[in-house]
């Protein structure tokens, strides 16, 4: 399959882009690159290949933590750089309006 440069235009169009005539025929040469590398991959004979699903069998599933709510027990690393600090808390100056 071949794009001519009417396609290209218009598909400019529908994705709001405006070309010059240049960058038509430089899009026109990338977007049938993309599709002869499509047409080679549709050449590939898929038969008897599992599809896969992230890179693991189907079968495979991802272990659950639990969902429990806690403080994190990181006070000390998260504020090791705060500029000021009130016990295990970020020390902001007062705001009055």
Request: hydrophobic share 45%.
């Amino acid at each position: 399959m071949s794009l001519d440069a009417a396609t290209v235009r218009r598909v400019a169009n529908l994705a709001r882009l405006r070309l010059d005539e240049t960058e038509v025929e430089k899009l026109q040469a990338e977007l049938n690159g993309i599709l002869d590398w499509i047409e080679q991959l549709q050449q590939v004979d898929t038969d008897g290949v599992e599809p896969m699903a992230g890179g693991a069998p189907v079968e495979v599933k991802l272990p659950w933590r639990a969902d429990a709510v806690t403080d994190g027990a990181q006070a000390e690393k998260v504020l090791a750089n705060a500029p000021d600090r009130e016990g295990e808390y970020f020390g902001v100056p007062k705001v009055v309006e």
